[in-house]
């Protein structure tokens, strides 16, 4: 499985920009997905993820309510939705397959994409 993320960019503050995420090579319909990101000096961090049925789960409080996680089957695509951006939203995003749960996020990532930097300005 090959993800190719895109979307990133620079943007001020209380900006949106979309993020996507293009998947090939495998079965994309039967994947669970996710979105992490990572700070810079920090850890990574699960932000959200997304069922084969469009279940969705989100990762820090921080971006409950911000982000939107979906998907389009037909275009083997998971898209991270990203409103009211903040400075500390700043990091790369990588999205993430969990080829191994039945469709359902475990936990696990099988596959990851190369990132995408988000770049926040206050």
């Known amino acids: 499985v090959q993800l190719q993320a895109s979307g990133g960019g620079s943007v001020q503050g209380g900006g949106s920009l979309r993020l996507s995420c293009a998947a090939s090579g495998g079965a994309f319909s039967r994947y669970a997905m996710a979105w992490f990101r990572q700070a810079p000096e920090k850890e990574r961090e699960f932000v959200a993820a997304i069922s084969w049925r469009g279940a969705t789960v989100y990762g820090a409080e921080s971006v409950k309510g911000r982000f939107t996680i979906s998907r389009d089957n037909a275009k083997n695509t998971v898209y991270l939705q990203m409103t009211s951006l903040k400075p500390e939203d700043t990091a790369v995003y990588y999205c993430?397959?969990?080829?191994?749960?039945?469709?359902?996020?475990?936990?696990?990532?099988?596959?990851w994409g190369k990132g995408t930097l988000v770049t926040v300005s206050s």
């Open positions: 993430a397959a969990n080829t191994r749960g039945n469709g359902y996020y475990t936990g696990a990532v099988d596959y």
